[in-house]
């Protein structure tokens, strides 16, 4: 049943990924294309808006992808999976805090732990950017349309614009410069 198998596979994802979105679009990546729910460019398009619309990356990417695959109720279902560990795991770590916050065992864990999120991270910029830049190679002016977006993006960083103005810059040159492509 489809159904539960999104409910599984996103609390799977839910469960065993630390350090957020990000850190989740490895494992996303790889649930959703082995079970051939999205093709990879499918795939970037969804993080895409998932990273563009209000809200966390992760509970907006299993929605979508929920719904892609099984309708409202599918992304019901990825939503949930995706957000019941994070609750689960939060209310236990809210009631045992005080007891372990000077442990030495649990700072060491933290510490390895973040050095494991900068890795996700690391890889789904990798995975992200093989998957959009493949795809532009094969097109030259595409290619070049995606450095020239990445450059007025990179300027906009170090003018330290406003994250939502970058966004809305890029989708507007995206649609400008698309169909003459």
Known sequence: MIYLKLFLTFFKIGAF???GGYAMIPLIQQEVLTN???SGEELIDVIAISESTPGPLAVNASTFVGMQTA???????ATLGVVLPSFIII??????????QK???VNGAMLGLKG???GLIGAAVLTTGVTIFGSAIHN???LFA?????AGLAFGLKKKMNPILLIVISAVVGIIVKPLL
């Open 91 to 100: 209310l236990i770590v809210a009631r045992v805090f005080d007891k372990f």
């Open 17 to 19: 990924t630390f350090g």
């Open 116 to 118: 494991a999120v900068v």
């Open 140 to 142: 030259g002016r595409e």
């Open 71 to 77: 309708g409202v109720f599918g992304a019901f279902c």
């Open 36 to 38: 051939e729910w999205l």
């Open 146 to 150: 995606i450095i020239f977006l990445l």
């Open 103 to 105: 442990s030495k065992v």
